[in-house]
């Protein structure tokens, strides 16, 4: 006997909002004339994101609850990430949308399917105003991240993997310059993305057996009882954590992470490194507190293990790159250990300080992604940094605002660093992690070292003329000050976003 | 029948597309070592599905079915300009990002 599920449209509503905003941007791309297209895209998508958020402040908040026949919950933890995520979205948006002067979004290729330097791509470059599928492929990314952590099936978290990735892989592959490192990012991208999401799914199946269901209740109730195969427990337990581990770069899944973040247009790095993290962190979350948190005596060691081999690898790794991209990403890498550390602690404090970093980490990465797209040399962004030697001199601004991120990222008291670190160290020493947040504090030493040696040259160096610091449009500009002042601001006085955590951390189950 | 040689011959064809994945050097060959993984899983979940006595692993399954349609549109398409640009699909000559 069939019987329709409940569905709480209400609870549903920013998710809803913003597939349906991806859906008519993908109408707008077919209907639309070329010269109206940029703008009316960006306002769409600025739009939706903004209507979403409204709707999960007034609408979704009240509506809480397991809906979907328990494939949802939008629940404290679900609200607080889906918010966040949308803030930062909408900074990256604005970021992707920098024209530098011209006519089009600056970082993307006119013509993504044309093959590079050839008749068809240099055709599609005078026809002109095209690059809008970037917006549609932003929003439908931006939904599948919502969904991520509010997934309370694994099939539907495996859906939302798919929904949140596809767009990203494409979105890597159309940078504008260097578009051959850009196309092989996306391949290096999807293969690993694929590989890794099947072992996701093998682990959701093998629970499935297990528990007679994919929903994360189900399968903790089932944890403990006697159910006949219980020896698929721990291998699907492993083969989830693998498929959710390489979202957030954690070692040994991490080596996609540097190659796609040097090689993706770096708007669209920004918006992939602070918003995934977020959506992956949030699924984990979920995956680990509700799932199967009764089982953490098995996993719990071989997590804290990725944790700190995450964060020693990260921070020592770093030390010899050379392009600025590169060093961001094995920060981000560096970032998912200190985060992974805060998540251990599985009680409330260890989900409210994995959220509270998870918001400074965004909300520094978006703005430094955006602050690189701006230092060219020869039309191209300049991303070595012997090309960003000295560059104070003629851009103080920009370096100002750079360095401060950088600090930031260090963990520097009065920057969100610092708050971020604190809160995550300490969870991370109240549930017997000592030994972890020892390691965490001697790989943010050895980060901080290569970010003050980035701080010396940009203020120290020999300057040189090939490099220019372009100026920003108010886009951009935007971005860069909200990211900076959010990052003050949770350094300065982070207590009541510290206090919406700890409210929201309680999770439905 | 034992049910449970399905869960074997699953295991077996997930672990064959991992290592198809790994060891082969073409684009195509290696996508589908992903089609073969996820396939193994499909196999997994119609046998517990009958284990369990219940039908969501049938539906599931379909659901998979549909991403992997999802994922060969989008993947083909990133292979298919990789080729035209470079006149080769394999993973050892895209070597341009590196330390």
Not at chain 1, 102 to 113: E, H
Not at chain 1, 256 to 261: A, E, G
Not at chain 1, 266 to 283: D, I, N
Request: glycine residues 8%; hydrophobic residues 60%.
């Amino acid at each position: 006997m069939f019987t329709a599920p409940e569905i709480d449209y209400l609870a549903l509503l920013p998710l809803i909002v913003v597939f349906a905003g991806g859906l008519i941007g993908c109408l707008l791309e077919g209907f639309l004339k070329r010269s109206v297209r940029v703008s009316a895209q960006l306002w769409l998508t600025i739009g939706t994101l903004v209507i979403a958020l409204v709707t999960l402040v007034w609408v979704a908040r009240d509506n809480q609850g397991i809906t979907a026949a328990g494939a949802v919950t939008i629940d404290g933890p679900t609200l607080m990430l889906q918010g966040l995520l949308l803030v930062l979205s909408i900074l990256g948006v604005l970021v992707m949308s920098e024209r530098l002067g011209g006519t089009t979004p600056d970082a993307f290729t006119q013509s993504g399917v044309s093959v590079p330097g050839s008749a068809e791509e240099a055709d599609a470059v005078r026809l002109g105003g095209t690059t809008t599928e970037i917006y549609p492929l932003a929003l439908l990314a931006v939904g599948g991240m919502m969904l991520f952590p509010a997934a309370n099936d694994l099939l539907l978290m495996f859906i939302a993997l798919e929904v949140l990735s596809l767009p990203l892989y494409i979105l890597s592959g159309l940078a504008r310059r260097r578009r051959l490192l850009s196309q092989e990012a996306a391949l290096k991208y999807f293969l690993l993305g694929a590989f890794s999401s099947a072992f996701f799914l093998f682990g959701a199946v093998l629970l499935y057996g297990f528990a007679g269901s994919m929903r994360l209740d189900v399968i903790a109730e089932a944890i403990g009882t006697e159910t006949g195969l219980d020896g698929l427990l721990i291998p699907g337990i492993l083969l989830v954590a693998t498929g959710l581990l390489f979202k957030i770069g954690a070692v040994p899944f991490h080596s996609w992470t540097p190659d796609v973040y040097q090689g993706a247009p770096t708007p669209v790095t920004g918006f992939m490194a602070a918003c995934t993290k977020v959506a992956a962190f949030g699924a984990m979350l979920r995956v680990f507190y509700v799932g199967v948190e009764a089982a953490r005596l098995d996993w719990q060691p071989i997590l804290a293990a990725v944790a700190a081999i995450t964060m020693v690898i990260g921070a020592v790794v770093s030390i010899v790159q050379t392009d600025i991209k590169r060093i961001l990403a094995y920060s981000s890498i560096a970032h998912a250990g200190f985060i992974l550390t805060g998540l251990l602690a599985l009680e409330q404090v260890g989900a409210s300080s994995t959220m509270f970093y998870l918001a400074a980490y965004g909300f520094m990465t978006v703005p430094a992604f955006a602050l690189v797209a701006l230092v060219r040399s020869a039309g191209s962004e300049a991303t070595h940094v012997n090309q960003w030697a000295g560059l104070s001199r003629r851009a103080p601004w920009m370096a100002a605002a750079f360095s401060f991120l950088l600090l930031a990222f260090a963990g520097i008291p009065l920057t969100s660093g610092f708050t971020g670190k604190f809160a995550v160290f300490a969870a991370a020493i109240a549930n017997d992690y000592a030994w972890l947040a020892v390691i965490g504090v001697l790989a943010s030493a050895v980060t901080a070292y290569i970010y003050f040696k980035l701080i010396v040259l940009l203020y120290f160096g020999e300057s040189r003329t090939d490099t220019v610091v372009v100026t920003p449009s108010a886009l951009t500009t935007f971005a860069v000050v909200c990211g900076v002042l959010v990052t003050l601001g949770l350094g300065v006085a982070p207590a009541p976003v510290l206090d919406l955590a700890a409210n929201a951390a309680q999770f439905l189950r | 029948m034992n049910l449970s040689a399905y869960i074997y011959l699953a295991t077996l064809l997930f672990a064959l597309g991992a290592l198809v994945v790994l060891l082969r050097r073409n684009t195509i060959i290696v996508f589908m070592g992903v089609e073969l993984m996820l396939n193994a899983c499909n196999l997994a979940l119609i046998t517990f599905a009958r284990m369990h006595g219940t039908l969501d692993g049938q539906v599931y399954a379909l659901f998979v079915m549909v991403v992997a349609a999802a994922e060969v549109v989008v993947g083909l398409a990133i292979i298919m300009s990789i080729y035209r640009a470079r006149r080769s699909a394999s993973v050892d000559d895209a070597n341009l990002l590196k330390l």
